[in-house]
Structure formats: C-alpha cells, structure tokens
Nanobody, 122 residues
C-alpha cells in the first residue's frame, strides 16, 4: 500500500488548508480500514487530527473538531483534509496514514505517507 500527500505548501492565515492523500494498492472502501490525518509541528510531537473510515464515517480530535473536515473521493481513491481558519500554529508536516487492523487506535498505523510540509504565513 502506498499513500501520497499533496498540498499547497503555503497558506495564508485565516484561510482553509486542504491536503489530499492519494492511495494505491488498497481501496479506501476496504472493510475495516481507517484513514487518518496526522501532523507534526516543527520541534513537536505527532498530533492525530482525525480519520475517515471505510464506510465514510469520520471522527476528529476534540481539539480540532470545530475546524476540521475529512472527505473522500472513492472514484479516485483519495481522501482530503480541510482545516479552516488556520494560524501560524497550524504550520506542520501533514501525514496520511492507514490503520488496517480492523480497529482504530491513535498510536497504531500500518502504512504512512511521506508527509507534506504546510506553512501558514502571510
């Protein structure tokens, strides 16, 4: 399974950040798979943002739920993160990841993308 993130690189404060994960080698509708977004700000640890499941259900981190949406495009086998009203504190490397164990835990992933840097700056 391969995951590849793509994003804008630079976003202005107050705008919406949008990053897409393109998946190959597995279908995003494969039963009991969970597709997550995770980020790592500079000098900090990993932060789980949310997931979209094989059925299309979503679950978000309580700290980001008010600004986050994750959607999917099954025809292109992609899923997309949108983070609204960004600030410089949202600057991070954004990763997509797959949990393929039939359950979801925030600290267990089977496949990762290489990550994409997103900088929030005017």
């Amino acid at each position: 399974v391969q995951l590849q993130e793509s994003g804008p690189g630079l976003v202005k404060p107050s705008q919406t950040l949008s990053v897409t994960c393109t998946v190959s080698g597995a279908s995003i509708t494969s039963p009991h798979y969970y597709w997550s977004w995770i980020r790592q700000p500079p000098g900090k640890g990993l932060e789980w943002i949310g997931y979209i499941s094989y059925s299309g259900s979503t679950y978000y981190s309580p700290s980001l739920v008010s600004r986050t949406s994750i959607s999917r495009d099954t025809s292109n086998n992609q899923f997309t993160l949108q983070l609204r009203s960004v600030t410089p504190e949202d600057t991070a490397v954004y990763y997509c990841a797959l949990s393929a164990r039939g359950y979801f835990r925030r600290d267990e992933y089977d496949y990762w993308g290489q990550g994409t840097q997103v900088t929030v700056s005017s």
